[in-house]
């Protein structure tokens, strides 16, 4: 999610930008509470889970792709999703920095929620790991959950914080300060309580729907639970 917001005519594209404007203006006595408020204040508002988002869209892209390949390649694509993998991939970078920043080291990621598995870095290493794995003809698993997890850090729009994007290259900190885990766990419960506000997080949750609903209508459960794949 991007973040663009306007102080006097001036317009501030990223959290950085705007505490230095606000802290500009400030006293030198308030200038370090303010800003710390400013950065809670705007976590708490614009980074949501993005859950539906993030697997819906993901696996609608899987599902797409498979149905726009010839019928030979259509059968082929077909064999080799597993549509488990792209579930996790999808999610990957979450699971990876949420319990880093709230709980095991926030200190080693600056309390950031999205830290390395957000990184440029980290997505081309997985690329890499998983076109190595494809080559070797050893399974399409590892490409699709390097690929789904690299299409989470295009959905949060990453390169917009460019130094979470292109960390370590542009300094050792990943930015903006997050709030505490219940300040952000109680955020992100009324967030998900009004998903439907967000358009590609309902259009992710009607993918998954759709999905869902396929998977029971072919009598397919007990094949996708074994092995991820949907006929």
Same mark, same amino acid.
């Given at each position: 999610?991007?973040?663009?917001?306007?102080?006097?005519?001036?317009?501030?594209?990223?959290?950085?930008?705007?505490?230095?404007?606000?802290? %500009? +203006? !400030?006293? /030198?006595?308030?200038? *370090?509470?303010?800003?710390?408020?400013? &950065?809670? $204040? #705007?976590?708490?508002?614009?980074?949501?889970?993005?859950?539906?988002?993030?697997?819906?869209?993901?696996?609608?892209?899987?599902?797409? %792709? +498979? !149905?726009? /390949?010839?019928?030979? *390649?259509?059968?082929?694509?077909?064999? &080799?999703? $597993? #549509?488990?993998?792209?579930?996790?991939?999808?999610?990957?970078?979450?699971?990876?920095?949420?319990?880093?920043?709230?709980?095991?080291?926030?200190? !080693?990621?600056?309390?950031?929620?999205?830290?390395?598995?957000?990184?440029?870095?980290?997505?081309?290493?997985?690329?890499?790991?998983?076109?190595?794995?494809?080559?070797?003809?050893?399974?399409?698993?590892?490409?699709?959950?390097?690929?789904?997890?690299?299409?989470?850090?295009?959905?949060?729009?990453?390169?917009?914080?460019?130094?979470?994007?292109?960390?370590?290259?542009?300094?050792?900190?990943?930015?903006?300060?997050?709030?505490?885990?219940?300040?952000?766990?109680?955020?992100?419960?009324?967030?998900?309580?009004?998903?439907?506000?967000?358009?590609?997080?309902?259009?992710?949750?009607?993918?998954?729907?759709?999905?869902?609903?396929?998977?029971?209508?072919?009598?397919?459960?007990?094949?996708?639970?074994?092995?991820?794949?949907?006929?």
């Amino acid at each position: 999610m991007g973040f663009s917001t306007t102080f006097d005519g001036l317009t501030a594209r990223s959290i950085f930008d705007a505490q230095m404007f606000v802290k %500009s +203006r !400030l006293p /030198a006595d308030d200038r *370090t509470n303010c800003c710390g408020k400013l &950065a809670a $204040d #705007y976590v708490l508002r614009n980074h949501s889970l993005f859950v539906f988002g993030h697997v819906g869209l993901t696996i609608g892209a899987a599902y797409g %792709s +498979r !149905l726009a /390949a010839s019928r030979w *390649t259509k059968r082929r694509i077909g064999q &080799a999703i $597993d #549509y488990r993998v792209i579930v996790v991939g999808s999610m990957l970078p979450d699971l990876i920095d949420k319990p880093l920043g709230l709980w095991i080291a926030p200190d !080693l990621v600056d309390g950031s929620l999205r830290s390395i598995g957000h990184t440029l870095i980290f997505a081309i290493a997985l690329l890499i790991a998983g076109a190595a794995f494809w080559r070797a003809e050893r399974g399409a698993g590892v490409a699709l959950f390097a690929a789904s997890s690299a299409g989470h850090v295009v959905l949060d729009l990453t390169w917009r914080t460019e130094s979470i994007l292109l960390w370590p290259f542009l300094g050792w900190e990943f930015g903006a300060k997050y709030p505490s885990p219940s300040q952000w766990a109680s955020q992100h419960l009324f967030d998900a309580l009004r998903f439907f506000t967000d358009y590609p997080e309902l259009a992710g949750f009607l993918v998954i729907v759709a999905f869902s609903t396929r998977v029971v209508y072919t009598k397919n459960v007990r094949r996708f639970l074994l092995r991820g794949i949907m006929t």
